[in-house]
C-alpha cells in the first residue's frame, strides 16, 4: 500500500467531515473509526480495491494500492473538495447574520460529496423522509441481500443490474421499504443498468431532468444528488427537514427565498445548516428530506 499526504486549502473541520461520513456510513461496507479513520471499496481502474483515509486538520492522508494511488488521491481531492479555499466562500456567506455564525464556528467547512454516483442515488432513495439510523439500516439490509461479495471483509455494492432483476416483492421484503419505495429503487436502477451515469462529469442540466423523469424522485432528491454527486457548489435541497430546522422551520418556499443570497455557494451553506444541527459523532459506524 502507497500513503500519500492530500492538504486541504484553508484547512479542514475534521471533526465535522469525520461526523458527516459516519452518519451516513453503511454497516459492513464502510468503516469509521471516532479516532478519525475511514475505510471502504472505491471503484479504482475498474476493479473493486480498499482504500483507508485518515481525516485530520490540515488534510487527509489516503492510503491505496501503488498501481491506484494517483487515481484515489484525484478521486479524494474532488470527494472532499480540498482544493478549494473556504474563506472567500465564507466571506460571502457571513452577510447572512444566521451563517456568520455558523462560518465563525467552522471556518475550514466545506461540503462532503460522494465517490460513486449510483451508491449515492440508491442510498438517497431509501433516505426519502427516513431518518438517518432508518436509511442506514435500509442501506445494510439492501447490501445484505444483494452484494455479489466482500473485498477485503467490505461488502460490494449492489448492481443495478442485480437490483432490476430482484422480484420487486422480494426486494421490498428484504429492505422493509413501501411498495412505492421500492419501486422507485428499481426505477432508479434500471436508468442506470440503461446506461444512464452520475459523476461529476455529468451534464448537470440533463442529469437534473433524467432524474425526475424516475417515478418517486422530486426536487430533493434530485439537488441533494447535485451537492453530493455532482458537486455543484450552488444546489439547495430547500425542502430538506435538516435545513428547515436550521431555518426555524421555514416552508420550503421560505427557505428557497432565504437561499437567494447565499447563492453562488448554497451548497456550502446547506453544509453550514447540516452541520450545525447534525454535530454529534455516533461512536459505533453502522437523508432526511422529501422526495
Known amino acids: 500500500m502507497t500513503r500519500r499526504e492530500l492538504p486541504a486549502v484553508g ?10 461520513l459516519v452518519n451516513h456510513a453503511t454497516p459492513g461496507s464502510e468503516e469509521v473509526s471516532p479516532a478519525g479513520t ?12 480498499v482504500i483507508t483515509l485518515r481525516i485530520g486538520p490540515a488534510g487527509i492522508d489516503v492510503e491505496a494500492p501503488a498501481t491506484v494511488i494517483e487515481e484515489a488521491t484525484a478521486l479524494v481531492r474532488w470527494w472532499f473538495d480540498l482544493e478549494t479555499n473556504p474563506a472567500p466562500v465564507g ?10 455564525r455558523l462560518v465563525r464556528q467552522r471556518p475550514a467547512l466545506r461540503p462532503v460529496r460522494h465517490p460513486a454516483g449510483f451508491e449515492a442515488a440508491i442510498h438517497t432513495v431509501l433516505g426519502q423522509q427516513v431518518t438517518l439510523s432508518a436509511g442506514r439500516l ?14 477485503a471483509g467490505l461488502r460490494l455494492f449492489p448492481t443495478a443490474a442485480a437490483l432490476v432483476a430482484a422480484p420487486s416483492e422480494e426486494l421490498r421484503a428484504a429492505v422493509g ?19 444512464f451515469s452520475l459523476d461529476p462529469g455529468s451534464d448537470p442540466p440533463t442529469a437534473r431532468a433524467r432524474l425526475l423523469e424516475v417515478p418517486g424522485i422530486g426536487p430533493w432528491t434530485v439537488e441533494y444528488l447535485a451537492l453530493r454527486v455532482l458537486g455543484d457548489p450552488d444546489a439547495f435541497p430547500a ?6 430546522r436550521a431555518l426555524a422551520g421555514a416552508p420550503a418556499r421560505a427557505a ?3 437561499a437567494e443570497s447565499w447563492r453562488p455557494y448554497r451548497a456550502w451553506a446547506t453544509a453550514h445548516l447540516w452541520a450545525s444541527q447534525t454535530s454529534h459523532l455516533r461512536t459505533v459506524p453502522g437523508a432526511l428530506g422529501a422526495t
Open 11 to 20: 484547512g479542514l473541520e475534521a471533526q465535522t467531515t469525520l461526523t458527516t
Open 38 to 49: 475511514y475505510r471502504r471499496l472505491l471503484d479504482l481502474a475498474g476493479t473493486p480495491t
Open 91 to 100: 466571506a460571502h456567506l457571513a452577510a447572512d447574520p444566521l451563517l456568520a
Open 138 to 151: 435500509f442501506a445494510e439490509r439492501l447490501c445484505t441481500a444483494y452484494s455479489p461479495g466482500e473485498v
Open 177 to 195: 421499504l413501501t411498495t412505492a419505495r421500492a419501486r422507485t429503487v428499481q426505477a432508479l436502477a434500471a436508468v442506470f443498468a440503461d446506461g
Open 239 to 244: 425542502s430538506d427537514a435538516v435545513v428547515r
Open 256 to 258: 428557497q427565498q432565504a
